[in-house]
């Protein structure tokens, strides 16, 4: 069974930058799929980021582009995201999570079979 465990989360002010880690075990970490998520209250859970098995196909919510990164370290089995120049709108619970192969789309939180606790991250002055 998959596990995965988020840390990072925090408080910054806007401009501010976060780093959010995923560690992932209970199977082979490098022929999964992974995804970041997050939800915001009253809101419903959105896609943030995701990276393929092949670690140079990342995508990223409109929202995200060019301020976060998702990268990878297969011998570690984490993942990362990378957050910078942060805004109050990032503020949200972040979860890591994973889809078993087959799934159709990156971007549809429904594909996704696994889910980690989630990791608060606040953005305010």
């Known amino acids: 069974q998959v596990q995965l465990v988020e840390s990072g989360g925090g408080s910054v002010q806007p401009g501010g930058s976060l780093t959010l880690s995923c560690i992932f075990s209970g199977r082979d970490f490098m022929t999964y799929t992974m995804g970041w998520f997050r939800q915001a209250p009253g809101k419903e859970r959105e896609f943030v980021s995701a990276i393929n098995w092949s670690p140079d196909r990342t995508y990223y919510a409109d929202s995200v582009k060019g301020r976060f990164t998702i990268s990878r370290d297969n011998a570690k089995n984490t993942v990362f995201l990378q957050m910078n120049s942060l805004k109050p709108e990032d503020t949200a619970v972040y979860y890591c999570?994973?889809?078993?192969?087959?799934?159709?789309?990156?971007?549809?939180?429904?594909?996704?079979?696994?889910w980690g606790q989630g990791t608060q991250v606040t953005v305010s002055s």
């Open positions: 999570a994973a889809p078993e192969p087959g799934f159709n789309s990156y971007t549809d939180y429904h594909e996704y079979d696994y």
